[in-house]
C-alpha cells in the first residue's frame, strides 16, 4: 500500500542507543528507551507518526568483514529464529566500510543506514504488539547461500559455517542505533 | 547560528565604514573605507606596529571575526546536531558544540594575535601578509590539508540523554574544531595579521573556507584556493 507523502515537519529522535556496539559474526541485540515525541508531532491531532525510521549510524570497521548483517525490529525475546520475516528490517551492506576510517579516502565516514519501517510499526502496533517504550534491534549475520539441490546447500552451508567458526571475523562498529518519528 | 554570523559581519562591516574600528591597530582609517577594494591595499600598508593598540581590543576583533568566518561553515555539523538530538536538547546540543569549535578558534586567534604583537612587526610592512597568503596557497596543496578537511565531514554517535549527550556534543565540537583548524588555520593566519580591516579579503577567506568544507567534493579545490591566494598574494604585495 503506497504511503502518504511525509509530512513537513522534521523527523524527531525518540530514542537512541547511548554507547557503540561491536558486531563480531554473532548475532547481537541492543534495546533503547524510546520517549513520547515533544516537538511538532506532539502537537497533532493524532500525535502518531506518519513515518517511522530506524537508523543505524557511524557504521566503521578497519576491513570488510566479507558478510552482510540483517536487521530486525522489535524481536520477541521467545522467539528463537530471529530470522523472522514479519520483524525483518533491511540488510547492512558494508561495502566500501574499510575506507571508512582512512582519511586518505574520498569516503571517509561511518555509514549511516536510515530504514522506514512506517509498515512493521503499523502493522505491530494494530496489533498491539508494538513497544511504545522500548525498542529491540538485532543484528544478524549472513552468509552465501550456495547453489545447487537444498541438501547439498545446506550441507555446503554447514561446513561454512563449520570452517568460519575458526575464522576470526572483523569487528564492526555501530556507533548509533536509533528511532525517529516524523 | 547563522544569525550571529551575520551579526558578527555587521559589526565588523560597521566598524569598518566608520573608519575606526577597535582600537587595535588593524582598523583602517576614514580616509581609505569608501570601497572595499582598497581595503587589501589599506590592510597591506598598516604598520602592525604602528597602532599596538591593545591587546584586549585585538582579542576583541579576533572575537567578531572568528565567529563572522568559521560559523557559517561549521552550519551542516550544528544542523546534524541538532537533528540528532532529543527534542528538547536540541537548541542545548548545538550550543555545547558550537561553544566547543569556537574555543579552538579563539585560543589560536589568542596566541596567533599575542604572538603578532610580541613579535612588533615592522611599520609600514606588507611582506608579513604577503608572506602568510603564500603560506596559506602552500597549504592548500598538502595532503594533511585534504585529510583535515575530510575529517570535518565525520561526526561523532551522539547519545541521547544527559551528560553523555552533553559530553558527546562537546567532543564533536572539538574534534571538529581540531580538524577545521588543521585545514584552515593557514587561511586564518593572513586574518590575525591584517585584522577586519580588509572585509575584501575576510569575505575571499571565507568563501574558501565554506565551499572546501560545506562543498561534498571541496577537497578537490585546493589548487583553485591556492590559485586565488597567490593572486591575493600579489595584489598585496604590488599594492604595498
Known amino acids: 500500500m503506497p504511503l502518504e507523502p511525509a509530512p513537513d515537519r522534521p523527523p524527531e529522535l525518540v530514542g537512541a542507543t547511548d554507547q557503540p556496539l561491536e558486531l563480531t559474526g554473532d548475532r547481537a541485540t541492543v534495546r533503547f528507551p524510546v520517549s513520547r515525541p515533544a516537538g511538532p508531532l506532539s502537537r497533532t491531532e493524532a500525535a502518531t507518526p506518519a513515518r517511522v525510521y530506524l537508523v543505524v549510524e557511524d557504521v566503521e570497521a578497519d576491513t570488510n568483514p566479507g558478510i552482510v548483517y540483517a536487521v530486525f525490529a522489535n524481536v520477541p525475546d521467545d522467539d528463537d529464529d530471529p530470522t523472522n520475516d514479519a520483524h525483518y528490517v533491511g540488510n547492512l551492506s558494508l561495502f566500501g566500510i574499510e575506507s571508512s576510517r582512512d582519511l586518505d579516502q574520498d569516503h571517509a565516514g561511518g555509514l549511516r543506514f536510515a530504514f522506514d519501517i512506517t509498515d512493521l510499526y503499523t502493522e505491530l502496533r494494530g496489533q498491539g504488539r508494538w513497544n511504545e517504550e522500548q525498542v529491540t534491534v538485532t543484528f544478524e549475520p549472513l552468509g552465501l547461500v550456495p547453489a545447487g539441490d537444498a541438501e547439498a546447500a545446506e550441507a555446503d552451508l554447514e561446513l561454512d559455517v563449520a570452517e568460519d567458526e575458526e575464522e576470526v571475523v572483523p569487528p564492526v562498529t555501530v556507533g548509533r542505533v536509533s528511532l525517529f518519528y516524523q | 547560528m547563522a544569525l550571529v554570523a551575520l551579526a558578527c559581519w555587521a559589526l565588523l562591516a560597521a566598524l569598518h565604514a566608520r573608519g575606526s574600528g577597535l582600537p587595535d591597530g588593524h582598523g583602517p582609517d576614514a580616509a581609505h573605507t569608501a570601497a572595499d577594494h582598497m581595503a587589501m591595499h589599506h590592510a597591506a600598508t598598516q604598520p602592525a606596529a604602528e597602532h599596538t593598540g591593545s591587546w584586549l ?10 565567529p563572522a568566518m568559521m560559523l557559517p561553515s561549521a552550519l551542516p555539523a550544528a544542523r546534524h546536531v541538532a537533528l540528532n538530538s532529543r527534542w528538547p536538547r536540541r537548541q542545548r546540543g548545538s550550543a555545547v558544540f558550537v561553544a566547543t569549535y569556537l574555543a579552538v578558534w579563539l585560543l589560536f586567534g589568542s596566541v596567533v594575535v599575542s604572538i603578532a604583537g610580541w613579535a612588533h ?33 565525520r561526526t561523532v554517535p551522539l547519545p541521547p540523554d544527559g551528560w553523555k549527550a552533553d559530553a558527546a556534543c562537546a567532543r564533536f565540537g572539538l574534534r571538529y574544531g581540531w580538524f577545521c583548524f588543521g585545514a584552515c588555520w593557514a587561511l586564518m593566519l593572513p586574518m590575525a595579521l591584517a585584522g577586519h580591516a580588509s ?42
Open chain 2, 199 to 240: 572585509l575584501l579579503l575576510m569575505v575571499v577567506l571565507t568563501a574558501i573556507v565554506v565551499a572546501q568544507e560545506g562543498l561534498v567534493k571541496g577537497t578537490r579545490l585546493g589548487g583553485a584556493a591556492a590559485l586565488v591566494l597567490v593572486v591575493a598574494a600579489a595584489t598585496v604585495a604590488v599594492a604595498a
Open chain 2, 57 to 66: 581590543a585585538a582579542q576583541g576583533n579576533w572575537l567578531l571575526m572568528a
Open chain 2, 121 to 153: 612587526l615592522p611599520t609600514g610592512a606588507s611582506w608579513p601578509l604577503v608572506l602568510a597568503l603564500v603560506v596559506a596557497a602552500g597549504w592548500e596543496l598538502t595532503a594533511v590539508k585534504r585529510r583535515c578537511l575530510r575529517g570535518c565531514h
